[in-house]
Nanobody, 117 residues
Framework: QVQLVESGGELVQAGGSLRLSCAASGRTFSANTMGWFRQAPGKEREFVAQIWRSASNTYYADSVKGRFTISRDNAKNTVYLQMNSLKPEDTAIYYC??????????WGQGTQVTVSS
């Protein structure tokens, strides 16, 4: 079982930066692929980024590539999402997720990111 708690979301102006954190409980954190998703009002949840267990491999949605960076600290059971050059269209609830296989098994409660123009 893995429990995920996100933090770091807030109101920021366009062009600004934020770093989201996701603290995970459970001894198997390092074995999981970790990901970030987001859901804007009236839209479906969408993939943002993921990082594999070794932290050497990452993958991003085209909409955030070059602006967002996902990282993890297995010693701290934490995954991060550094978001730079934020745009109003990045406004959403951001969710952390963990996968031990082919699906995203665990989800956090989400943290609100609002980017003002």
């Amino acid at each position: 079982q893995v429990q995920l708690v996100e933090s770091g979301g807030e109101l920021v102006q366009a062009g600004g930066s934020l770093r989201l954190s996701c603290a995970a409980s459970g001894r198997t954190f390092s074995a999981n692929t970790m990901g970030w998703f987001r859901q804007a009002p009236g839209k479906e949840r969408e993939f943002v980024a993921q990082i594999w267990r070794s932290a050497s491999n990452t993958y991003y949605a085209d909409s955030v590539k070059g602006r967002f960076t996902i990282s993890r600290d297995n010693a701290k059971n934490t995954v991060y999402l550094q978001m730079n050059s934020l745009k109003p269209e990045d406004t959403a609830i951001y969710y952390c997720a963990a996968s031990s296989g082919a699906t995203w098994n665990y989800w956090g409660q989400g943290t609100q990111v609002t980017v003002s123009s």
